[in-house]
């Protein structure tokens, strides 16, 4: 298939999202610059400005070195330290511009550290302030009877002592075909859900798509899913009750991690004084006894 899973996040209990792929796009590094920092690490941002801000004095050291117009500097290295004075407006004193290029590249560098700083200074504030769903998703789907009907399940958990509001959450099913013509390709298809919106997610949520006579799975099997090299693509967005900022969370199940006649277990228990949400469990399945409609598990 053209998208690839990488291995799983820190999260290791949710799947991976595929990474996507693609060959031959015209590259624009700098209009990319502002998605790159808001999609990367913490440590590659930090590790970034500092690269930046040690490449710009270094630059400009080398133009102090080759002018020598630093006052009591000794060498490249006096002129580095006076470069970071310069665009860090500390100006200890002992060392001053001497001449009228060297007070150029001050006027220069101190136009640099400005637009750096503001630049820096933004692109941080953005990334911070940056909302985002800690959302917790099963490491498998289980396909299991309910009321007599198979019914594909998927838990989702919140890991945040928050709140989602007006939680969405779309289940697609993606597959290959091949048309009439002989032509291959993908198709994607909802699955509709017997809950489709929360009003407000704290904890868990069992997310159920029914394989009525309409559904597209309707007649699935564990083969004919892995034939089809079906996936399965959840989705979730809600209001953070906290920042008030939309949040987001995604994630894709490759055919294999479907789990035929098996069910979550149960994480909710009750004693006199409290419910108690045992989040141990949160990935665990149980076998359920399989029916004349729905042979799973697989004797033997």
């Known amino acids: 298939m053209a998208v690839t899973g990488p291995a799983p996040s820190a999260n290791e209990a949710s799947p991976a999202t ?12 700098l ?7 808001l999609i990367r690490p913490w440590r590659y941002v930090l590790g970034a400005i500092a690269g930046g801000f040690m490449i710009i004095n270094l630059t400009f050291a080398v133009g102090f070195w080759l002018t020598g117009g630093v006052a009591n ?4 290295v006096d002129d580095l330290f006076f470069s970071v004075q310069t665009a860090g407006t500390i100006g200890y004193g002992a060392m001053y511009p001497a001449s009228r290029l060297a007070n150029a590249l001050v006027v220069g560098e101190a136009v640099a550290s400005l637009i750096t700083t503001a630049l820096a200074t933004g692109l941080v504030f953005a990334k911070f302030s940056r909302s985002t769903a800690r959302m917790r998703f099963s ?16 838990r989702i958990g919140n890991e945040r002592g928050n ?5 969405t959450i779309h289940v697609t099913l993606s597959r290959t075909e091949v048309s009439a013509e002989g032509e291959r390709f993908y198709r994607q298809y909802d699955l509709p859900l017997t809950r489709e919106r929360a009003p407000v997610l704290s904890r868990t949520w ?6 009525t006579e309409w559904s597209q799975l309707a007649g699935a099997t564990p ?3 892995a034939k089809d090299e079906a996936e399965i693509l959840v989705s979730i967005t809600g209001i953070d009750d906290t920042s008030m900022q939309t949040a ?25 004084t409290e419910f108690i949400v045992d989040l141990t469990k949160f990935d665990d399945v149980v076998a359920t006894a399989p029916t004349p409609t729905f042979p799973y598990p697989r004797a033997g």
């Not at 987001?248 to 055919?255: G, L, Q, W």
């Open 31 to 37: 209009r990319d610059l502002y998605h790159w920092f």
């Open 163 to 167: 709140a989602i509001v007006e939680a």
């Open 139 to 154: 490491k498998h789907v289980c396909i299991t009877p309910i009321n007599g009907m198979p019914t594909l399940t998927i």
């Open 18 to 29: 595929p990474r996507i792929v693609i060959h031959g796009e015209r590259r624009k590094p």
């Open 223 to 225: 083969e004919s899913l």
């Open 248 to 272: 987001h969370a995604r994630t894709t199940y490759e055919h294999g991690a479907i789990r035929w006649g098996m069910r979550h277990a149960d994480i909710l228990s009750e004693t006199a």
């Open 206 to 211: 069992t997310v159920m798509h029914p394989l």
């Open 73 to 76: 500097s000794t060498g490249f």
